[in-house]
């Protein structure tokens, strides 16, 4: 049931490609400017990062900028989700996204390369290619990974091959790795809204509880390093990254 939710949830971000595409929440300020509130967590992904169907508020990325806050730490969350977007989406994007400094990057894309039968291969190499761009950017930058699984009928061989992209990129990279995103959430119809493919503010309550189970290690140790007169975190919602122009599919 799990695995099936994961497919609703690509079909539904493939068809949104022929329409106009879902934007984040709005944001007055360009990347550059969040680093003046703290070092910068970065999130590219697609619909599950834009928090589709939902108040920004309610998405995983301000409530991971929530516990963020309550942990008294300087870290701003940077909302980069694109609804349809894909691996090779977000490697085009990524350059414009680095532009203000980016201090840890979460990497929440693949689910529709799933979809699209696209060559595993092929993703591989766009999330790497993700990963050396941010680290040319800044080579101290911290890296996670957040895994995705196609269903049984997409066919065994591709399935597993899909399934060891998520840790194999982690383990080359030392990056963290979140083995499944939708852990708890993907195939819950009480936990996704009523087209069977979103989250709703409850499913991405447990979202950001995934992702906060490795995210928080990452940025302790990030913490540790940081200098003691950091600015506080202002009680916002995390930024969402203006798009640029020619971005997304």
Same mark, same amino acid.
């Given at each position: *049931?799990?695995?099936?939710? @994961?497919? @609703?949830?690509?079909?539904?971000?493939?068809?949104?490609?022929? %329409?106009?595409?879902?934007?984040?929440?709005?944001?007055?300020?360009?990347?550059?400017?969040?680093?003046?509130?703290?070092?910068?967590?970065?999130?590219?992904?697609?619909?599950?990062?834009? !928090? /589709?169907?939902? %108040?920004?508020? =309610?998405?995983?990325?301000?409530?991971?900028? &929530?516990?963020?806050?309550? +942990?008294?730490?300087?870290?701003?969350?940077?909302?980069? $989700?694109?609804?349809?977007?894909?691996?090779?989406?977000?490697?085009?994007?990524?350059?414009?996204?680095?532009?203000?400094?980016? %201090?840890?990057?979460?990497?929440?894309?693949?689910?529709?390369?799933?979809?699209? $039968?696209?060559?595993?291969?092929?993703?591989?190499?766009?999330?790497?290619?993700?990963?050396?761009? +941010?680290?040319?950017?800044?080579?101290?930058?911290?890296?996670? #990974?957040?895994?995705?699984? *196609?269903?049984?009928?997409?066919?065994?061989?591709?399935?597993?091959?899909?399934?060891?992209?998520?840790?194999?990129?982690?383990?080359?990279?030392?990056?963290?790795?979140?083995?499944?995103?939708?852990?708890?959430? !993907?195939?819950?119809? =009480?936990?996704?809204?009523? %087209?069977?493919? /979103?989250?709703?503010? &409850?499913? /991405?309550?447990?979202? +950001?509880?995934? @992702?906060? !189970?490795?995210?928080?290690? #990452?940025?302790?140790?990030?913490?540790?390093?940081?200098?003691?007169?950091?600015?506080?975190?202002?009680?916002?919602?995390?930024?969402?990254?203006?798009?640029?122009?020619?971005?997304?599919?």
């Amino acid at each position: *049931m799990m695995l099936m939710g @994961v497919l @609703v949830l690509a079909q539904g971000q493939t068809q949104g490609q022929g %329409d106009a595409p879902l934007p984040s929440a709005p944001a007055a300020s360009p990347p550059a400017e969040a680093k003046a509130g703290g070092p910068v967590v970065l999130i590219i992904g697609d619909s599950l990062a834009a !928090g /589709h169907g939902l %108040d920004p508020s =309610e998405a995983f990325p301000a409530l991971v900028q &929530e516990k963020i806050r309550e +942990a008294g730490w300087p870290f701003r969350v940077v909302n980069a $989700g694109l609804s349809g977007d894909t691996s090779a989406g977000g490697l085009r994007r990524i350059d414009w996204l680095l532009r203000g400094g980016v %201090d840890v990057l979460i990497v929440e894309l693949g689910g529709n390369d799933g979809l699209r $039968g696209i060559s595993p291969k092929e993703t591989r190499a766009n999330l790497q290619g993700i990963i050396d761009r +941010a680290r040319r950017k800044n080579p101290a930058v911290e890296v996670v #990974v957040a895994g995705m699984q *196609m269903p049984p009928n997409m066919g065994e061989e591709y399935t597993t091959a899909y399934r060891e992209i998520f840790p194999d990129i982690a383990k080359a990279n030392n990056a963290a790795l979140i083995p499944f995103l939708l852990e708890g959430v !993907g195939g819950r119809p =009480e936990l996704n809204l009523p %087209d069977r493919i /979103h989250p709703t503010a &409850e499913g /991405h309550k447990i979202v +950001a509880e995934t @992702v906060w !189970g490795v995210l928080k290690p #990452v940025l302790q140790k990030r913490q540790n390093r940081q200098s003691p007169n950091q600015a506080a975190l202002p009680d916002a919602l995390p930024e969402s990254a203006p798009q640029p122009p020619s971005a997304g599919d």
